[in-house]
């Protein structure tokens, strides 16, 4: 483009105009990156279900449990290649301050169905020979310092008492968003020290042949526990993860809310700045549409200019996130990890370079209309 | 040879017929030009003279088509330009017009080299081309030590003449100068006219000025004066009419 440095040159004619403009535009995608990545670390499990896994809770209420007979019938429904199951567990370790999530697990299947938790072959063997034994992830080892062979002591809330815990092996996720913030433990420890709720679980994990079968195997399962004590409700991992999510409220919509208003805010600050501009110039304006430069290249002008510092401005933003990010997600553990995607830093700096032009548009199309007598007239 | 008697033959430069412009303001009718006739042939140099309010620069403006007349015709070279449209209008103004203005309108952030190479951002030219065109241009005007200097680097008089190279850097087919020396001191206007001068001289450029300075004008060939919207008469200055 020829016209790059007229457009520079404009753009570092009011430097200190210039810098505040690329400034908001750095703090909404600064905003924008932050909230991406609490969105994410919110939406991480739900976004990590894995597509062939169905959840089943107690129809009354997720914190009610199911009968740990179900997981043999649960096996002879047609379509299904492996069941596991969980129970919350709820400890505190040192500090309630020091929340991560714990699960009592069957030490058997767990990390079958859940193939995406990568353990080595070595930490598999001690998280099966030693009943105490547990798994940590790998944000929480990082978190607290956990090693193989360390002890983690639990105070129990849901089942009082002390209980401890060796630490077998440390897990990672196979995806980046995977969540390895909890720990896993063996279940048949829980049910030997626990002084209520033998014999039941918190809920299933049911692992399909067929993802595509999920809809008819939902049915197949709800309709077998049906008119029970315990009835069931079975749902994708993702919906159930969702549920999670929303009984934190709605905070998709607070941080689109909160998105929206702060972008909304700088399309009319952005505009207004390059409507003062435009004004200021409309003397220089004319004097290049005298010289033969048209109404659309006046007007492509000025939405560069606007592009450049909402890009510059949206850049920076972003990778200042970026760079933060780690940072709060080792502050806020108990939302999982908190990163900015690919698609979510393109689809910011899109947003950044829309927002540019949005704002550009208005004062472009004044240049662009600008008469070039009457401007003359005014200098 | 220049005539405003409107019977000038085909073979003028500029030809403008029955040219009217009027402006409303309010509720009020301004007759500005009033059934003008102008015959300017290739290398005339013609100053246009008149009082304040007279329609000078209005005339200018619709020679050089920044603005369109109520009604008549202007052709140049050939080229009715009051039947084109704005955007053919936007790009003739770039091939055939050099404009320069009494505040000498240069872009405060860009350097006199820059400033000149303006027009030729407009057209097929390879860098290298466009710097060739810059410094011959620079070099008429007899300021290619400036080339990198800002306009507030540089004096009205030197700002003037980067205005100058910038309206010949596209070798136009005519050049208009509004009040060129209007914002000058008198050595400083002297040089300009000079530099105009020799453009109709050595480089055998059409020149039309609009100025209140008669020194100004009586380096023309030809001063014509403009009152309420009228040419009134032709005067011969150096040549003749």
Known sequence: MKSFRLVWANLRRKKVRTTLTIGSFTVALFLFGLLAAIRMGFRGGADAAGADRLDV????????????????????????????????????????????????????????????????????DAFMKDRQACMVGRSLAKR?????????????????????????????????????????????????????????????????????????????????????????????????????????????????????????????????????????????????????????RVLRLILAEAILIAGQGGLIGLALAKFVIPGLSRALPMLGALYISPPTFVAGFALALGVGTAAGLLPAIGAMRLKVVDALRRI | MVRIDGKGNGAALVRVRNLDKKYTRGNEEIHVLQGLNLDVDAGDFVAFMGPSGSGKTTLLNLLGGLDLPTSGSITVAGDEITRMSAGKLTSWRARHVGFIFQLYNLIPVLTAFQNVELPLLLTKLSKAERRKHVETALAIVGLTDRMKHFPRQLSGGQEQRVAIARAIVADPTFLLCDEPTGDLDRRSADEIMDIIDRLVKEHGKTVLIVSHDPRAAERARVVLHLDKGVLMEAAKAGGGA
């Open chain 1, 144 to 296: 607290f310092g956990f090693k193989v062979g360390d002890r983690i002591p639990l105070r129990g809330t849901i089942w009082a008492g002390s209980w401890e815990f060796n630490v077998a092996g440390v897990y990672d996720g196979s995806r980046p968003e995977a969540d390895t913030s909890g720990m896993f433990f063996r279940d048949d420890y829980l049910e030997e020290q626990r002084a209520f709720g033998k014999g039941t679980v918190g809920w299933y994990v049911v692992k399909l042949i067929n993802p595509d079968d999920a809809v008819q195997i939902t049915k197949a399962i709800d309709g077998l526990f049906a008119n029970s004590p315990f009835e069931t409700l079975t749902q994708t991992e993702k919906a159930f993860a969702a549920s999670f999510v929303k009984q934190m409220g709605n905070v998709e919509l607070l941080i689109m809310t909160i998105g929206s208003v702060v972008f909304f805010t700088l399309l009319l600050v952005t505009g207004n700045t390059m409507a003062i501009a435009v004004r200021e110039r409309s003397g220089e304006l004319a004097v290049l549409k005298t010289v033969g430069f048209s109404d659309v």
């Open chain 1, 57 to 124: 809770i107690n129809r009354v209420s997720l914190i009610l449990p199911l009968p740990l007979s179900y997981r043999d019938r649960l096996l002879k429904v047609p379509g299904i290649a492996g069941v596991t199951y969980a129970t919350w567990f709820g400890g505190v370790y040192q500090d309630e301050r020091n929340f991560f999530p714990q699960f009592a697990v069957d030490k058997d299947t767990w990390f079958d169905v859940y193939a995406d938790y990568v353990v080595s072959p070595e930490g598999r």
